[in-house]
């Protein structure tokens, strides 16, 4: 698929589920928040949810954590432009509360039509709740943040949420450095050396989970 041709899909794709009705949370929403970047980006981000500042203005990322977020992407030469930044919620949880299951199954096909259009070589999970929804795992950010797991062909890489880096500055190094290996991945389309972790293994490890798990894959 032609630049051009994901950028219309794209745009097809937004004015068809822009007025979405599915859950509650249409009834509190100011904006819908589809996402914002390049349709043809490299590399994909994917938080959790809409805070206020993005449900007034109907953009992703757009508080202090975007702030943080465009600093560390030029960082690494890159510009916001460049990437696309979505959640998984689409509208706003009623103050700032975790998605809920019911929720996140709801709206998860249309981040899968978003990365099926895309079609970026790297997924970047910000924080648990996207991290366990890509990799369809129930373990914690702590034990995946900064591996790289390859699912489909697609390389994904959990990494904290910006926002966990303004309330514990001491996050802010693991950010840089794993925006590094972000960088590294690009740069080598995926093939750094040890990049590929067991996802078999990982998957056993989920058989054994009793919580109820959330899967896109």
Do not use: W
């Not at 999970?125 to 390859?150: C, D, E, M, P």
């Not at 050396?193 to 998957?203: F, T």
């Amino acid at each position: 698929m032609n630049e051009y041709d994901k950028r219309e899909r794209l745009k097809e794709f937004y004015l068809k589920i822009k007025d979405c009705s599915r859950c509650e949370l249409s009834k509190s929403r100011t904006k819908f928040v589809f996402g914002s970047g390049s349709a043809y980006a490299s590399v994909m981000f994917v938080g959790e949810a809409p805070g206020r500042n993005e449900d007034l203005q109907g953009l992703p990322f757009v508080g202090q954590a975007g702030k943080l977020l465009d600093e560390l992407l030029g960082m690494i030469g890159f510009d916001r432009s460049e990437v696309f930044i979505a959640n998984i919620l689409k509208c706003r949880p009623p103050g700032n509360r975790d998605p809920k299951i019911d929720e996140i199954n709801t709206c998860k096909d249309y981040l899968l039509e978003q990365i099926k259009i895309i079609d970026p070589k790297v997924i970047c999970t910000l924080g648990k709740f996207s991290t366990q929804l890509l990799l369809n795992t129930n373990k914690g950010i702590s034990s995946l943040r900064g591996k790289v797991y390859k699912i489909n062909n697609r390389l994904i890489m959990p990494i904290n949420h910006p926002a966990a880096a303004l309330y514990t500055p001491s996050k802010m190094e693991i950010l840089r450095q794993d925006f590094q290996k972000i960088k590294k991945l690009i740069e080598t389309n995926g093939k750094t050396a040890g990049y590929q972790e067991d996802i078999l293994s990982m998957e056993a490890e989920n058989e054994e989970d009793k919580g109820e798990q959330l899967g896109l894959f």
